[in-house]
């Protein structure tokens, strides 16, 4: 029952921005850790930026200063603020639970929403 739909991504110019938003339904929102994800041709998946219920949070090294991750408990709704962006930002962008993947529930994963940020 768990459903996540990212939207938000684009086409960017370097130092552009760009917010995403992810909706969760199928969860007890308000209590879940939640966390952003991206995944670029050939890579590895890579998280990005995780909040707790609590709201604080953590970002991985690569975006740390120019991503700001947030949620809206109201809406079931979590953030990504992308600020000056850069070519290797380029990716599918993806929202999920942290403690789902933790355990190896890994088929809840939405459609993903692309950003392409050109130089």
């Known amino acids: 029952q768990v459903q996540l739909v990212e939207s938000g991504g684009g086409l960017v110019q370097t130092g552009g921005s760009l917010r995403l938003s992810c909706v969760a339904s199928?969860?007890?929102?308000?209590?879940?850790?939640m966390g952003w994800y991206r995944q670029a041709p050939g890579k590895q998946r890579e998280l990005v930026a995780t909040?707790?219920?609590?709201?604080?949070?953590n970002y991985a090294d690569s975006v740390k200063g120019r991503f700001t991750i947030s949620r809206d408990n109201a809406k079931n709704t979590v953030y990504l603020q992308m600020n000056s962006l850069k070519p290797d930002d380029t990716a599918v962008y993806y929202c999920?639970?942290?403690?789902?993947?933790?355990?190896?529930?890994?088929?809840?994963w939405g459609q993903g929403t692309q950003v392409t940020v050109s130089s």
């Open positions: 999920n639970l942290p403690l789902l993947l933790r355990i190896g529930t890994d088929h809840y």
């Open positions: 909040i707790t219920s609590t709201e604080s949070t």
């Open positions: 199928g969860i007890i929102f308000s209590i879940k850790t």
